[in-house]
Every structure is written in C-alpha cells, then in structure tokens.
C-alpha cells in the first residue's frame, strides 16, 4: 500500500504562483513514477505532469507546459508541482497519483496509476 498527501493549494489572484506538494509513504518500488491530474468543475479529470523518480523523466500535458514545474526528491518520496503565471482556467482540485510501474508508455492515463490522494484545491481569481 502506498499513501499520497498532497498540500499547498489556496487562492491565489492570476499571475500569481503556488508550490504543491505530495508526500508518499508505504511500499513504493525503487522505480515508480507520481503524477498530477486535476479536475475543475463540471469538468472530467485531466492529466497533468508525471515524473519518473529514479531518473526524473518528465512529461507535461501542453497546456501547462512553461508554466508549471515538476520537481521530485527522491530520498524523502516528495514531489513538487510549482505553478506560475496561473490562470483562472487553472481552478481544480490538483491530485497527486502513483504509478508502480516507471516506464510505462499511456502516462496521461488515470488507469496507470495505482494510487491517489485526496486532492488540494487550487483556486485562482481573476
């Protein structure tokens, strides 16, 4: 079983920055990826970024792509999403997501990963 925390939404005005934060703990594999989806409202949930951890690999849906970072340590199990110049289209529970399975070729595919945590949302006004 693994666990994932994330933390650090808010409310933040357009243009502005926010770091999020996910914390996994239990029996992660020693090659494993996390990732980020979102989901705003009415809407379905979307695939963010995804990072390999053992060598950081990254891959970023386009819409975010120069705006928003992903950042892993390694050691401590965390992962980092650094959202700037955020738009209000950007409002949505941000979720944090572990995949087993590093490399893997669907990585925008919510049934690759095995586990999520709850969610933080992001709010961001105009």
């Known amino acids: 079983q693994v666990q994932l925390v994330e933390s650090g939404g808010g409310l933040v005005q357009a243009g502005g920055s926010l770091r999020l934060s996910c914390a996994a703990s239990?029996?992660?594999?020693?090659?494993?990826?996390m990732g980020w989806f979102r989901q705003a409202p009415g809407k379905e949930r979307e695939f963010v970024v995804r990072?390999?951890?053992?060598?950081?690999?990254?891959y970023y849906a386009g819409s975010v792509k120069g705006r928003l970072t992903i950042s892993r340590d390694y050691a401590k199990k965390m992962v980092y999403l650094q959202m700037n110049s955020l738009k209000p289209e950007d409002t949505a529970v941000y979720y944090c997501?572990?995949?087993?399975?590093?490399?893997?070729?669907?990585?925008?595919?919510?049934?690759?990963?095995?586990?999520w945590g709850q969610g933080t949302q992001v709010t961001v006004s105009s």
């Open positions: 997501a572990a995949d087993l399975e590093e490399s893997r070729s669907s990585v925008a595919l919510e049934g690759s990963y095995d586990y």
């Open positions: 239990g029996r992660t594999s020693s090659r494993y990826a």
């Open positions: 990072i390999s951890m053992s060598v950081g690999t990254t």
